[in-house]
């Protein structure tokens, strides 16, 4: 699989990680990589995990998620 951005762009580069959305395959230069807190039912409530979950996704999907 190569990276999708770089497809848009007319290169082919080897894809080294895909989306967690869209499932696009993605090249360390089109990966952005964020912490995602890890929740877990306790009792009657939700505690959240110390350690954070990586997640890996392309820019439009990111970008899609944290516009305010
Ligand atoms: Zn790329
Ligand atoms: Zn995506």
Do not use: W
């Not at 959305?21 to 110390?50: F, N, W, Y």
């Amino acid at each position: 699989m190569n990276c999708y951005d770089c497809h848009q762009e007319g290169r082919a580069t080897p894809a080294t990680a895909s989306c967690h959305t869209c499932g696009a395959g993605l090249c360390p230069d089109h990966i952005r990589v964020t912490a995602q807190d890890v929740h877990r039912h306790e009792g009657m409530g939700l505690s959240t995990l110390k350690q954070s979950a990586r997640r890996l996704t392309c820019f439009t999907c990111h970008d899609a998620q944290h516009q305010l």
